[in-house]
């Protein structure tokens, strides 16, 4: 009798602890690896968002609203442009000045001249400062393409002074884009600890369609070219980061797929605004 007691206290606790577990399992989803939300403010943004890296415009959040994101999220990064400049930005009149050229498809922004100091003081200063005392843990680093649109070494230098800047306070620095540069960085220096520690790289498996503002699977050697480059950042032992987009469920999967294969975190993004 008694250890028909015991057998039954035994099976009693294991199916509890398969209960328990079941249910842990069904409130806490896996964290997603990546998510890119630029264009969503805190209401805005999926509920109870959580990813491994979660990228938002900090600048138009609160210090609260990013503290209770860390809760969900392992790594809030925060988009800090350094390259263009928005006419919606607050800043905007300041630097007008400055301004090189228009920003292909999108109007409302404009290439920038990061070789000017006060720019560069502005950026590392007071943009990345006012960033940094909300609690983010990194930076998203976007137009550093600027050196490929307007090559100068003028160009080069300043973002490369940028960059370290921020390494310096050390948080987390990926940058958007920039092959051109940082494969002369990484040529010229042999290797890219002193700028980033790692790169996200858009549509290197799909394309956008400007003119309708539609997606595509990308070319085969537009590929090519981007994963050899990709790999000489991973080669470096970089993190790579893949933003694609698509509305098309199934190349989404096997972008993903195929960037997963090649150790990248990927987001497949349906709107170019990514919201």
């Known amino acids: 009798m008694i250890q028909k007691k015991m057998m039954k206290r035994i099976v009693l606790s294991i199916l509890s ?12 989803p896996p964290k997603e690896a990546y998510g890119v939300y630029l264009s969503d403010s805190y209401d805005e943004l999926p509920f109870k968002v959580s990813c491994e890296t979660l990228v938002i415009d900090a600048q138009y959040y609160t210090a609260e609203e990013i503290a209770t994101l860390k809760e ?23 630097y007008e000045s400055l301004i090189l ?11 920038i001249n990061l070789a000017d100091k006060s720019w560069q003081d502005f950026v590392v200063n007071n ?4 960033l940094i005392d909300k609690g983010i843990d990194g930076f998203f680093i976007d137009n550093t393409d600027v050196y490929y649109n307007f090559t100068s070494q003028e160009l080069f230098d300043g973002i490369t002074k940028i960059l370290t800047a921020l390494k310096s306070k050390g948080l987390l620095v990926y940058i958007n884009g920039g092959d051109t540069y940082v494969t002369k960085y990484l040529e010229e220096n ?24 539609t997606f595509n699977e990308n070319d085969e050697e537009i590929k090519k070219y981007y994963v050899e480059y990709l790999s000489s950042v991973v080669a470096d032992r970089k993190q790579v ?21 090649l150790g990248y975190k990927v987001y497949v993004s349906d709107s170019i605004e990514l919201d």
């Open 190 to 213: 042999g290797s890219l600890d002193a700028i980033l520690d790692g790169v996200n790289q858009e549509s290197v498996f799909t394309s956008i369609n400007w003119d309708d503002n």
């Open 72 to 94: 969900t999220n392992d790594m809030v990064i925060s988009y800090l442009n350094i390259g263009s400049i928005e006419n919606f930005r607050d800043y905007y009149s300041n």
């Open 17 to 28: 602890m398969i209960i328990i577990i079941g249910a842990n399992a069904c409130g806490a």
């Open 101 to 111: 050229g228009p920003y292909e498809n999108w109007e409302e922004e404009y290439w």
């Open 241 to 261: 980061f893949l933003l694609e987009y698509t509305n098309d469920s199934e190349l989404a999967q096997k972008v993903k797929t195929e960037g997963e294969k």
């Open 127 to 130: 943009l990345a400062t006012s």
